[in-house]
């Protein structure tokens, strides 16, 4: 049987829908105290219900106006929709409209018994609370029976956020502590983690001795029964109540929009309709979780992702105990967004809403304040030979690129080019690069200084490789025989002569503005800011030995290049190694003293060379690099050529790498790689380095 009309009306308020045995008996707390002079500041989250509970109040303020009339008081209920004020003055307009209010609220009902002037307005502060003030007692002394104006603030942040706002509800504190209107003036003020601005302003809050203060919670499981079995009118099971509890954690807003879904179709599909109704929300509504995760500051966030790993409520002092004082701000604000339940009889938290925590699994918690992106391309091999065949991938290439960037998300910080730019180091296998580049770049919306090449194999001319060059890469045996060539000026301008081109190259592309290369600076280090954090970039050369086509363990980065370039980023808070060749590509000696040094002072080795996708994770004792292999991103047309976008997450150190490869089927295109991996069936794989602390 179909409900209908439908009873669930999640996205307005509706009072019809007031549930939960804890928010009656606040609202007729309220109800009682409110017209006898007591204030009150409710504290909760967006949606959880503030503005349910003050029209519920407002609407039986309404409904008793007639029976108080009778014994002798008149109240004046004033609902102020933080919202919907249009705020083109100061604060103090909404002084205005409370007395306008008041005014035209006793005289429609003829509760005058001698004419009443406006007084004249005023602008300054306090002229204008002074015309307030006598505006309203002047009502109050024409009435022949006893005026309580009540005023409810639903939403305080429009207000808050004002420039004038702090100063508007210390007049507040004016009004109802230190004025004739105390006397006949209460209010309730409604808002979520912004009322902790009102409550600890510099140690003393505004209103924080003179409002009583009230925390919404989470509903029941028996009050969560009766939201879903009332207005179905007791259709749907005990087992289907408790499922709709897990999911939502008791979250008001939640049940509401799960039983609209449900409601829409007949009640005996309940469970399936519930079922797509929960994926309904994950997909359209997951901004409202985004919302609720980036108003919780770091503590907060901490303690959930703790609580949310506990299979049993955790006690406070064990919480308390792990995470310091901070626990306590954090706990609070957790609860007041409706995602952690607290037990009073036992002093215990515990993580709410399953629906949550699917969000929370399937986003890897990436809070997008908190992101970093980037782009990861490697071996583009431009060549003229085969620049027609190249020139369809990589037109898809780009294509690809901006659809993830608008589509996915997916705006990167920065672009690792991890090597083999051009083909054969030639001149102008780089002028195709660099208008390649410059397309790359318009897309992503980035300037040229957050691209961040290193040179490949293919980036030597082997054309300029010298007889001696060459045999002085013979005698390099041992650490202390690199380290004696990179010494020494000559030897090393004499081996890096293969990459005059690629030189070149970054010079007049760069204009040496960005980067440098040279005989001096074969390598570099730079460093750019990214959500407030330090990223070092090591653009490292694995290539300079590089010269024939069995250079498999025969080449070397060299102990020097590498300590020199990590002494350089010792405060960086994330540090990432880009070289062209992996580590099984560098000579034993080589690979025993660089490999340790660069997985355990770096998050991420960055790579290219292998022609495709390579992901590992080098957790030891003394590492946790992400080492991630590029692919190619042209080999020839029918290769499964490849690319990667990497988002991590700076507070938690979750990470996910998107993996995109090339189909040249149907014209050709650009598509999630699910076959590089029998694991991955969305082309998506999500890491989590070890003992980041943020």
């Not at 303690?303 to 105990?321: E, G, N, W």
């Not at 080999?635 to 979750?654: A, C, I, M, P, W």
Request: charged fraction near 25%; include cysteine.
């Amino acid at each position: 049987m179909k409900v209908a009309p439908n009873p669930y009306v999640w996205d307005r308020v509706s009072t019809d829908l007031f549930y939960g045995r804890a928010r009656k008996d606040l609202a007729t707390e309220l109800l009682g105290e409110l017209i006898n002079g007591r204030s009150f500041a409710i504290v909760g989250g967006r949606r959880m219900g503030k503005s349910v509970l003050l029209n519920k109040v407002m609407q039986d303020m309404v409904s008793n106006s007639e029976e108080w009339r009778r014994g002798g008081l008149v109240v004046v209920p004033v609902y102020i929709d933080g919202h919907g004020l249009p705020f083109d003055g100061s604060p103090l307009d909404i002084f205005l409209r409370i007395a306008d209010s008041v005014d035209s609220y006793v005289r429609s009902r003829s509760l005058l018994s001698k004419e009443v002037h406006k007084a004249k307005e005023t602008s300054g502060a306090t002229d204008y609370l002074s015309s307030f003030s006598e505006r309203l007692t002047t009502v109050a002394q024409s009435m022949d029976c006893r005026l309580q104006v009540v005023i409810l603030f639903d939403e305080i942040a429009p207000i808050l956020n004002h420039e004038h706002g702090l100063g508007f509800f210390w007049n507040w504190r004016t009004v109802l502590s230190n004025s004739p209107l105390s006397s006949f003036a209460s209010a309730v003020f409604a808002g979520a983690t912004e009322m902790r601005t009102i409550a600890e302003e510099h140690g003393w809050s505004p209103l924080g001795n003179i409002v009583a203060w009230k925390e919404l919670g989470l509903l029941s499981l028996d009050d969560t029964n009766d939201l879903v079995n009332e207005p179905t009118r007791q259709q749907l099971t005990s087992d289907f109540t408790s499922t709709v509890f897990e999911l939502t954690g008791g979250h008001p807003f939640l049940i509401q929009y799960l039983m609209h879904q449900v409601c829409e179709t007949d009640l005996e599909q309940a469970q399936d309709s519930l079922v797509r109704a929960q994926q309904r929300f994950l997909e359209e509504q997951k901004w409202t979780f985004d919302n609720w995760w980036r108003k919780l500051d770091a503590p907060a966030r901490d303690t959930y992702r703790f609580l949310s790993h506990s299979v049993t409520p955790v006690q406070r002092r064990d919480i308390v105990a792990r995470s310091g004082d901070d626990a306590y701000r954090a706990l609070s604000s957790l609860c007041q967004v409706g995602v952690v339940r607290y037990h009073p009889s036992t002093d215990e938290y515990q993580s709410a809403g399953a629906l949550f925590l699917e969000w929370q699994r399937r986003s890897s918690t990436m809070d997008a304040a908190q992101v970093i992106t980037w782009l990861h391309l490697s071996d583009l091999h431009f060549r003229d030979m085969h620049a027609y065949e190249a020139d369809v991938v990589v037109k898809a290439l780009l294509e690809d690129i901006g659809e993830r960037i608008r589509v996915d998300g997916l705006q990167p910080d920065f672009i690792i080019l991890s090597g083999d730019i051009a083909y054969a180091g030639q001149r102008e296998e780089y002028a195709m690069a660099a208008g390649f580049l410059d397309d790359l770049l318009k897309i992503a919306s980035l300037p040229k200084d957050r691209l961040f090449p290193v040179p490949g194999n293919h980036d030597v001319d082997r054309d300029a490789i010298s007889d001696l060059a060459a045999g002085a890469a013979e005698v390099l045996r041992d650490r202390g025989s690199v380290n004696r060539l990179l010494n020494n000026g000559q030897d090393r301008a004499l081996v890096l002569e293969r990459f005059h081109n690629y030189q070149h190259f970054i010079g007049d592309y760069f204009h040496d503005d960005h980067l440098r290369f040279d005989r001096t600076n074969y390598f570099y280090v730079d460093e750019i800011e990214v959500e407030g954090r330090l990223v070092a970039i090591l653009g490292l050369n694995s290539a300079w030995l590089a010269g024939s086509d069995e250079d498999r363990q025969r080449l070397v980065l060299g102990e020097r290049q590498v300590r020199a370039a990590l002494d350089a980023v010792e405060d960086a808070d994330l540090r990432l190694a880009v070289m062209h060749h992996p580590f099984d590509w560098l000579r034993d000696f080589d690979r025993s003293d660089v490999e340790p040094l660069l997985c355990g002072k770096c998050d991420f080795v960055l790579h290219g060379h292998l022609h495709q996708i390579g992901l590992l994770q080098a957790q030891t004792p003394d590492t946790n690099a992400m080492i991630i292999g590029a692919g190619t991103c042209y080999e020839k047309r029918d290769h499964s050529n490849s690319y990667n976008f990497v988002q991590l997450n700076l507070g938690t150190g979750h990470g996910k790498v998107y993996l995109r490869m090339y189909s040249d089927k149907r014209g050709g295109f650009w598509t999630k790689d699910v076959f590089n991996y029998r694991n991955l069936s969305d082309g998506v794989h999500s890491f989590i380095l070890a003992n980041w602390d943020g």
